[in-house]
């Protein structure tokens, strides 16, 4: 499986190998660099020939990086290799002289080539922790297609701006069962329509968790596994709806593994960025709208925020799941017309997204279906839900907000439909989106389910449940969902 950057459509040397987590050119690079430090160590018959190769295949490979984008994980590589050049290359041009060649004593050589090697070494080091995401080949019989919309609520206005005429907008990115695209056709820019729409995404994220943008650049490279406007499947049949929002300060983008795979299963997936609250909203007008909603320092103070920014949230889910309805009415016209089935509609979301999906399904009835992902539930308790409801949640250590599970049970015990919450042993908060996929495999941080299985498991439990809940034939998340983590049910009627 390999994994085109964005912008590299001049062949497989751009693409990044799964594990090791460079491309064929850097790795070329790589292999130059520590060619040409071991060189020194070589018979010196040997020395001459491993040298020119080295400096050629590192030189040439480091010409092209320059081209197609040289990654600041390499920089130390090509670093310890300008430090070990002049010593390698000196010797054989004095020999080709005639001139008496010249080596250091092993003993003060030694040292500066360990140092080149350890220097080097960073590279692929830093490459591993902070990759170019590679992600997951969808598991279901559809291909995916994509494509993002804007919408404006005539009917709310803005809340985070004094201007009275500046009406409530969204931006929208669905995920949809596709028709198969031709071999070789690009596929979309991970985090934006464009790669300056996800390097402005990617700055604002890593701002947002005090990193420097750089240092993540990764997810800006990446491209995932849909096609932007692929023609949908025309195999008949209507798709039941997924709506989704993510977590405070995140974007629509951020579940994309998630999403496509529920796309390739016949779901249609509309994921929200909600502007001044997503770190970075790129509008149609090209105007960005980044954050406004912070922490205040105090815990009962940000209880309140936290309840009003959920409630603007599920306002918004709310408006999508109308415009999705008058999208499949022909509404305007759309390829999606007639395909959407929005009486099997789900509402779901990641963190204070999950918050919000709780709120969405308690006030709009049209919702059939509710998937909390890992979110403190925030806001009124009543009324009480009345749709089956699944909150996934990482595994409770001591270091768990002690408030979050009483919580979140008491708004799964008061339901008036079965509800279940599925906690997944190795799991922690950032396993229920893309992040496993590029950050570094810190446990506390992404938990311990590792890159591979994290979109695996979290997508897999949240079909089981929706394929039970949604589909045709209902079936029973119970016999299902303990393949994915430690199942409780709660029944209706059964608690005070």
């Not at 010409?63 to 130390?76: A, D, E, N, T």
């Not at 993002?148 to 004094?162: I, L, M, S």
């Amino acid at each position: 499986m390999w994994r085109r950057t964005p912008g590299a459509d001049d062949g497989r040397v751009t693409e990044i190998i799964p594990g090791l987590s460079m491309s064929p050119l850097e790795i070329l690079a790589l292999l130059g660099a520590v060619a040409l430090v071991l060189a020194r160590w070589l018979p010196p018959a040997a020395r001459p020939r491993v040298t020119i190769a080295a400096g050629a295949v590192l030189v040439l490979s480091a010409l092209l990086l320059g081209v197609v984008g040289i990654r600041w994980q390499l920089l130390p590589v090509l670093a310890g290799a300008a430090f070990a050049l002049p010593f390698a290359v000196l010797p054989v041009l004095r020999r080709r002289a005639g001139r008496p060649a010249w080596r250091a004593r092993w003993w003060l050589a030694l040292p500066g080539s360990v140092a080149c090697v350890g220097l080097i070494a960073t590279g692929p080091a830093a490459a591993w922790a902070f990759p170019v995401p590679v992600f997951p080949e969808p598991t279901g019989g559809f291909a995916v297609g994509t494509r993002v919309v804007q919408w404006t609520d005539p009917h709310r206005p803005e809340t985070f701006t004094a201007d009275p005429d500046d009406l409530r907008t969204v931006v929208v990115q669905l995920w949809y069962p596709a028709q198969k695209s031709p071999a070789g056709t690009q596929r979309a820019q991970y985090l934006g329509r464009t790669a300056q729409e996800a390097r402005t995404v990617s700055d604002a994220l890593a701002r947002g968790v005090g990193l420097p943008g750089f240092l993540v650049d990764g997810p800006a490279r990446a491209r995932s596994r849909s096609v932007f406007d692929a023609p949908v499947d025309t195999g008949g049949g209507r798709f039941p709806v997924v709506l989704f929002s993510p977590g405070s300060g995140g974007v629509r983008t951020q579940n994309t593994a998630w999403a496509e795979e529920l796309a390739s299963h016949g779901y249609v997936v509309a994921a929200l960025d909600h502007p001044y609250d997503s770190a970075a909203v790129v509008l149609a007008d090209d105007r960005t709208v980044t954050t406004e909603t912070t922490s205040s320092g105090d815990p009962d103070q940000d209880e309140k925020l936290a309840a009003g920014w959920t409630a603007i949230r599920a306002a918004d889910l709310s408006f999508v799941l109308t415009r999705l309805d008058a999208l499949d009415r022909g509404e305007p016209a759309d390829p999606l017309t007639g395909r959407l089935d929005t009486g099997r509609a789900a509402v779901t979301g990641h963190s204070m997204g999950g918050a919000a999906a709780l709120q969405a399904a308690r006030q709009d009835h049209r919702f059939a279906a509710v998937v909390d992902l890992d979110g403190y539930p925030h806001g009124p308790a009543s009324p009480a839900l009345d749709r089956p409801a699944l909150a996934l949640t990482q595994s409770i250590t001591p270091a768990t907000d002690p408030r979050y599970l009483p919580r979140l049970t008491e708004a799964l015990d008061h339901g008036t439909a079965t509800s279940y919450r599925l906690t997944i042993p190795g799991a922690g908060h950032l396993t229920f989106m893309d992040g496993p996929l590029y950050l570094p495999p810190v446990p506390s941080v992404v938990g311990s389910l590792g890159r591979t299985r994290s979109p695996r498991v979290v997508a897999g439990a949240t079909l089981a449940f929706l394929d039970a809940v949604l589909r045709d034939t209902p079936g029973d998340p119970a016999g299902a969902l303990p393949a994915y983590g430690d199942l409780t049910v709660h029944h209706p009627g059964t608690n005070p």
